[in-house]
């Protein structure tokens, strides 16, 4: 089987537990504090690694390339709250620029 | 009332169309064929978790990897769970089938109304919208970038990905044990590329919660005192 296809089914199985444990298992029963805190900063972790791993990651090892340059123009449109398609042409469209002057 | 959620979900929906070709796009050119890009979307049905398995693959991540981290970005899901419980009113099938829409979307639109039939009602529409929108998305995603190749790289499209992952991540980061949180996770992420096999950094970034919470422990005493 393909990597992906078995990434999938792990996914969809643990996905399906987590999201109906609330309204099938739980019912309002709030979860520990201590949880509830580890459960919301959770994805801050996760999406900062991402973000900086998809820019500078080639790898084993730190690329430092035109990506960073596209990173940051997304981090000044989000900074001016311009829409996530706006985000994304401007983010490519930087990559693409650095990328033809270098 | 019907109409007021009507207007809520729309914007919210109509924000997830441009995530959904990113995804499709990013899908494509981590070498998952339609069919596969197509069962995240319908099965796992959530964006950021969806968005991390497929980059840790298309770095040659291992299948532990992937799937953990993906995983870990579903775990909110389970404190919208809990959150929706009392309003998801129905047999134990109707609630099964009601929970596959559990997503930020769908909790944010569920639990901005008073009344339990409204929440049940907008967590709904909210829900089925952004599905509908995101698995259509995914679909001409997939078909408009598949053997883009080298075309990814002129348009500057591989920059698509890390604007996406900021993007999300930038609402969170209003806050100093969110933002604490995101740059030592990032930090960690940062430092293990040379010495980790790819998606392993990724899974090390959870280690970042502690950061945010030693700032979250002190704001507490401070309260108290």
Known sequence: MNEATLVLIVMTIGTFALKSAGPLVLGDRALPLRVQQVVDLLPA???????IVSTVGDGRAVAIDARLVGLVVAGRALWRRL???VVIVLASGATALARLIS | MKRAIHRQ???????????????GAAAATAGLSLVQAMGFS????GGSSQFAAVEILGDGGSVASAAIA???????????????????????????????LMIDESTAVGAAQHERRWRRYGYLVAGIGVFLVWNVTTAVGHVAFAGAGDLITELGLDAAGPAAF???LWPRLSSAPQRRTAIVGALIALALIPFAPPG?????SMLGV????????????????
Do not use: H, K, Y
């Open chain 2, 166 to 168: 900021l993007a999300l």
């Open chain 1, 45 to 51: 972790a996760l999406l900062a690694a991402l973000t």
């Open chain 2, 200 to 204: 392993v950094p990724i899974l090390a």
């Open chain 2, 210 to 225: 502690a950061a945010g919470r030693v700032g979250a422990r002190r704001a507490d005493e401070e309260v108290l005192t």
């Open chain 2, 70 to 100: 993906g995983l870990l970005l579903n775990v909110r899901s389970l404190a919208f769970g809990v959150i929706m419980a009392p309003a998801l009113v129905g047999t134990w099938w109707q609630r099964a089938a009601m929970s596959q």
């Open chain 1, 83 to 85: 829409p996530f398609v």
């Open chain 2, 42 to 45: 319908l099965f796992v049905f």
């Open chain 2, 9 to 23: 979900a729309a914007s919210i929906v109509a924000a997830v169309a441009p995530f959904g070709i990113v995804f």
